[in-house]
């Protein structure tokens, strides 16, 4: 992507608006600017550098407090005058300390999270851990449990608990997730696939 790409026609000073999205998650981050320059630092550097419209320079998010943003991927808008900016944040990117700039809901894409935590457990496989537990025993164990998880989350929306039900609907998303991973199958996989049938 080239900054010559972007309609600055519509934009101050030569500044385009950039929102900042969690590449797994999804939650929006924050929004800044960018100039030539930043974008430039921004690419070659692969993370997100802005110019202050405050300080008349430019600055990388997390350069003092080691909060980066990685880029993972980027989009112009349909005007070509808006950056969207897929990064892996490190740390919060808020500096009150938390994960958005916006006071959007702290566990909001958590599903999303959690996939790539149980995609980890699968790669490093630590001792200690249940997830480690269920890939060892492979599809046959986990799939065992995918249905006892089914059988409880049924009978508590028979009996009418909704808290009991929300706790092993719960662990039936858990481990179903365990056995999506066993079969190499993401939650972006399952999405594609239910647009699909909506369409």
Known sequence: MEFANFNLEKNIDG??????????TLKVLMLGYMNQEAFE????????????????????????SG???????MYLDCDNDTLLIKAEPIGPTCHRGTASCFDTPEDEGFIRKL???????HEEMPDGSYTTKLFIK???SISKKVGEEAAETIIEAVSGNRDRFIYEASDLCYHLMV?????????EDLE???????R
């Open 67 to 73: 909060n980066f943003l990685l880029i993972k991927q």
């Open 179 to 187: 056995l999506m991973e066993h079969m190499n199958v993401k939650v």
């Open 15 to 24: 500044l385009i608006p950039v929102i900042v999205q969690d590449y797994v």
């Open 41 to 64: 630092k921004s690419q070659s550097e692969g993370k997100v550098t802005f110019y202050s419209r405050t300080r008349k320079q430019l600055w990388t998010k997390g350069e003092t």
């Open 115 to 121: 996939s790539k935590v149980i995609e980890k457990r």
């Open 138 to 140: 492979g599809a046959k």
């Open 192 to 198: 594609k696939e239910l647009a699909l049938r909506h």
